[in-house]
């Protein structure tokens, strides 16, 4: 009898830092919940107006980036947590959007990557 194991502790992200408006982000992990948001997003983004496709997209960065991460109890309790206001306050547009495109890289190049695939298929 042979016995296999996977160890998914290992597969991790290379690290991704975005500095905005001097505000350092760790964009290494998105979580599964985002994934499926984006994932919806993406889904009717098609549908939406210009505007409200980027509002959405907004909101999704703002909580992927959320509040700094610390091990520090004081520093998350006393920092502001970003939010689409702050993002959209604190940048100009071209800063914005390249913005969302870094944060959103790992799941939008993964599904081009995967669309790619099947059509070779």
């Given at each position: 009898?042979?016995?296999?194991i996977k160890d998914f502790d290992l597969l991790i992200p290379d690290k991704r830092i975005a500095k905005l408006a001097g505000k350092e982000f760790d964009v290494s992990k998105i979580s599964t919940k985002m994934a499926l948001k984006q994932a919806e997003y993406r889904d009717r983004?098609?549908?939406m107006g210009e505007?409200?496709?980027?509002?959405?997209?907004?909101k999704i960065v703002a909580e992927i980036c959320g509040k700094p991460k610390s091990k520090n109890f004081f520093y998350?309790?006393?920092?502001?947590?970003?939010?689409?206001?702050w993002l959209i306050s604190n940048t100009n547009f071209k800063q914005l959007v390249d913005f969302i495109d870094f944060v959103l890289e790992p799941?939008?190049?993964?599904?081009?990557?995967n669309t790619k695939d099947i059509k070779k298929k």
């Open positions: 009898m042979s016995e296999t983004a098609l549908l505007k409200k496709a980027l509002i959405e997209a907004v998350r309790l006393f920092t502001k947590k970003i939010d689409e206001k799941l939008t190049g993964k599904l081009e990557e």
